[in-house]
């Protein structure tokens, strides 16, 4: 999958374990655990905003595109 969610490392970086965070966003365990390990197809904004808003950051810092093409032509 061509985006990459990167909340393990936001978490890392705030010092924060997920039920901490799950509790002062109103998301449950099962839904974060779900973003956290890329398994989701999709987010809300409205749950985006208030990770955002909870970890202090944008958007960008908590999903990141890679290119599968320029992955593949990298390794040749």
Do not use: H
Request: with cysteine; aromatic share 2%.
């Amino acid at each position: 999958m061509p985006i990459r969610v990167t909340l393990d490392r936001m978490l890392l970086e705030r010092r924060m374990s997920l039920t901490e965070l799950c509790d002062r966003v109103g998301i449950t365990m099962a839904n974060l655990s779900i973003l956290k390990t890329g398994k989701a197809k999709a987010v809300r904004f409205s749950t985006l905003e208030a990770l955002c808003k909870e970890l202090g950051c944008q958007p960008a810092d908590l999903l990141v595109f890679e290119d599968e093409d320029e992955e593949g032509d990298a390794a040749e």
